[in-house]
């Protein structure tokens, strides 16, 4: 991993901007300079009042297309914004042109009209395009038949009603435009009722409700335009427009509020909505006006037959509205439970954020589109330590306030989601690795800050996997990627990040593939123990010695242990691999006791990983290979790391059982960790072994970091007596340096490379201690 792939973030997290905020109140702020203009207004040139028009629109357009550009937000939701903001870019160049022609004028003008029909068409495009419920034929037949009822009542008042008002200095062309805008704007009205009282609606209701204001605005204006005075055809001339882009803009904030509420499933509108009496209402406008010119134009007989003909109509509708009723109630509170079960399926129950079915999908989704993306895959280092030690209560409020911080320092852009355990994900929509990974460092920063869970303060680190799609990458293959950058983040000392690289994935499948083969190699008897001797650096002698794993490939020939070591740690194949060489050095010791007798050494060293002493029957197999091999506890050390040390109340409870057995721990590379000396109070420790880092350069006398570390735990194991053994030493100076400070005992290819059992039994016989240390 190059070292950028390795760097820690520590910078400080911003939370992102409210939602929707400015251009809300870049609309508001147009609507409150034209009432201003309203007020102060003695004459003279009108333009100054038609400058709020485009403003509105402007704030409008950016409103809608916030949303409509979310990752975040469903496919359909982000259509159904992006087609209203092309709706804001028609009404707004119709605004411009009503702000270039400024005038008091009746009626409404082909340059504003058509303009205005085409965000109508937008409008209307939207809602149809927009999945609230399955529609069967008879569905469709319902809504146009409510679409045409409206559109015909409308036209006919227009027509008779409206158009008869209008002066004679009103042209027609400008009624026509007036009165074709009002007409479509009743049809745009239907069809926003419908899908505001739809309890499937993807979008938010109230939303829909507020949008409903502008085709209101937009029949209120044709129908003053038409037939309004001077002064109320000036209100809505220049009112009517920044009306209509604050009420878009308002809508998008009030959607964008609803899509960051943390768990709020959906919930379904009422059915009784004054939108469904919109075609009754048509009805009975039109009969009225059927009522009205029979009135002027039949005799009487003729006006009893008509009036009763309208008056059985309304009575059949009204009957069929209340039948209606109940199964409508029904209905909607099947459908609320659909909603809510949608909610659930698709969100985590713990968190609130997307799960990851709705991750993937909405992942998916992006790529199928040939759109950029980026995952970042957090997993929370040593979370099961939290379970362990302080239950699975506390551990669901640590997950979740682990996912607030993750959704509040994300942009409003991104999808945070919790994957499953202590996994979650961001997927951001970007392909460049600079922001990526800029995003991590934010996370990373935000995660440091101590958690406050109850009565308790705790930390949180997360290693972080950053992957950027690629030309053809699927949703599965990102993920991938990204965890396997999130491994080797914690591979290379946690609280990290680490972006993907294609050399990654060859790793990983040599990995998996070593890891079969290791696995049959156990079965084969591939493996082989050396034996690398521990000397008494006063006398030169033999201590004792260090069983060493070494792997004899019928193909790749003799595979390095920090090859496959690694891998049967990451598969779990280091607890058969780990029995095998504990058994095997045991009877090899046996045997040597066997045949030297007192020339043998006593005591043999044998490296025990954390998964080991996780198992529950460990301190048994420790003790069976024993008898079997008829050693006693004192012959064996096993050598446990710091961080094996560390790893919970399982393993310090087998320690412990070990220690009461009799059996000796050394504590390998002593110096690396961070809790060096707490442990040695906490824990049985009876040998420390000095890590081979503090033996390089010990003789340079540069480092004096180096010797300070060598010095103190030397006097440190003398103090608490125990065994104190340097590890690599490689020089003849090393050895008498260390001597000088101490040590008695050490190891190193100086004094012996690891050894096949048959040579390490004639070194053994020559040189070996009549009585052991270590």
């Known amino acids: 991993m190059s070292p950028a792939d390795k760097r820690v973030g520590r910078r400080r997290a911003v939370r992102p901007a409210r939602p929707g905020v400015l251009p809300l109140a870049l609309a508001l702020l147009a609507v409150a300079w034209v009432l201003g203009w309203l007020v102060t207004h003695r004459g003279g040139t009108v333009m100054p009042g038609y400058a709020g028009g485009p403003v509105a629109m402007v704030a409008a357009f950016l409103a809608c297309r916030r949303i ?70 008879l569905r469709w037949a319902q809504l146009m038949l409510d679409g045409a009822t409206v559109a015909v009542a409308g ?47 993807a979008v938010d209701s109230v939303s829909l409700r507020i949008l409903t204001v502008a085709p209101l605005v937009a029949v209120a204006t044709t129908v003053l335009l038409i037939a309004g005075g001077d002064t109320g055809r000036l209100i809505i001339s220049v009112l009517g427009v920044p009306l209509v882009g604050a009420a878009m803009a308002l809508a998008a904030y009030r959607q964008e509020l609803v899509l960051r509420r943390p768990a709020a499933s959906p919930a379904a509108p009422s059915a009784r909505s004054i939108y469904n009496a919109l075609p009754l209402v048509a009805v009975i406008a039109t009969a009225a006006l059927v009522i009205t010119v029979s009135a002027r134009q039949l005799g009487w007989h003729q006006r009893v037959v008509i009036i009763g003909a309208v008056l059985i109509a309304a009575f059949v509708v009204a009957r069929q509205l209340l039948g209606l009723r109940a199964n409508a109630r029904m209905l909607a509170g099947i459908r609320r439970q659909q909603a809510e079960l949608e909610h659930l399926a698709m969100h985590d129950p713990l968190t609130g954020l997307a799960n990851r079915a709705r991750f993937g999908a909405v992942l998916a989704e992006r790529l199928d589109a040939h759109r950029s993306a980026s995952v970042l895959l957090v997993d929370i280092d040593d979370f099961k330590m939290v379970n362990d030690t302080m239950g699975h209560a506390i551990g669901d409020q640590l997950l979740f306030e682990v996912a607030q911080r993750l959704r509040h320092h994300s942009a409003v852009s991104h999808l945070p989601a919790r994957l499953g355990g202590d996994e979650f994900a961001v997927l951001i929509d970007v392909d460049e690795p600079a922001v990526a990974e800029e995003a991590a460092a934010r996370i990373l920063a935000a995660l440091a800050v101590p958690f406050r869970v109850g009565e308790h303060q705790l930390l949180a680190h997360a290693s972080i996997g950053v992957a950027l799609a690629g030309p053809g990458d699927n949703a599965d293959e990102v993920l991938r990627n990204a965890d396997i950058a999130m491994y080797a983040a914690k591979a290379s000392g946690k609280a990290s990040w680490a972006r993907f690289e294609p050399r990654m994935h060859s790793e990983v499948v040599n990995h998996a593939r070593l890891g079969s083969e290791l696995h049959n190699a156990i079965i084969r008897h591939e493996l082989e123990l050396a034996y690398q001797p521990v000397f008494d650096l006063v006398t030169g002698l033999m201590s004792g010695a260090e069983a060493l794993v070494r792997w004899r490939h019928p193909v790749r020939g003799l595979v390095s242990p920090a090859d496959f070591i690694p891998v049967a740690e990451r598969s779990g194949l280091i607890v058969p691999l780990g029995a095998w060489v504990l058994r095997e050095a045991c009877e090899q010791l046996a045997k040597w006791h066997a045949e030297y007798g007192a020339a043998a050494i006593r005591s043999i060293n044998v490296n025990v990983a954390a998964r080991q002493l996780r198992e529950s029957g460990f301190v048994d197999e420790v003790a069976a290979v024993l008898s079997d091999t008829g050693l006693i506890p004192a012959n064996l050390v096993l050598e446990v790391t710091e961080s094996s040390v560390l790893d919970g109340r399982q393993v310090r409870e087998t320690l412990q059982a070990l220690h009461e057995l009799g059996v000796r721990l050394a504590l390998d590379d002593f110096g690396t960790g961070q809790s060096s000396l707490s442990l040695l109070r906490a824990f049985p420790v009876d040998v420390l072994k000095l890590d081979k880092s503090f033996v390089d350069g010990i003789c340079d006398g540069e480092d004096r970091g180096r010797l300070a570390v060598a010095a103190a735990v030397a006097q440190l194991a003398e103090y608490l007596d125990l065994y104190a053994v340097a590890e690599g030493i490689e020089t003849a100076a090393q050895a008498e340096r260390l001597r000088e400070m101490g040590y008695r005992l050490g190891q190193g290819y100086f004094m012996a490379r690891p050894l096949p059992p048959v040579e390490m039994a004639e070194l053994m016989i020559r040189t070996v201690l009549p009585v052991t240390a270590a």
Do not use: K
Request: glycine share 10%; charged share 10%; net charge positive.
């Open 68 to 137: 409509g550009s979310m990752i975040v937000v469903p496919r359909p939701i982000r259509g159904f914004w992006r087609l209203f903001s092309h709706a804001a870019i028609c009404l707004g160049i119709g605004s411009v042109g009503a702000f270039a022609f400024a005038n008091n004028d009746p009626g409404l003008s082909p340059y504003m009209a058509v303009p205005t029909m085409l965000g109508v068409v937008m409008v209307v495009l939207a809602f149809v395009r927009l999945p609230v419920e399955h529609r069967s034929v």
């Open 155 to 201: 036209a006919l008042i227009y027509w008779y009603v409206v158009l008869d008002l209008a002066t004679a200095a009103t042209s027609t062309l400008t009624q026509n435009g007036a009165a074709v805008t009002g007409v479509g704007s009743l049809i745009a009205l239907v069809v926003i009722g419908r899908a505001a009282m739809s309890p499937a609606s």
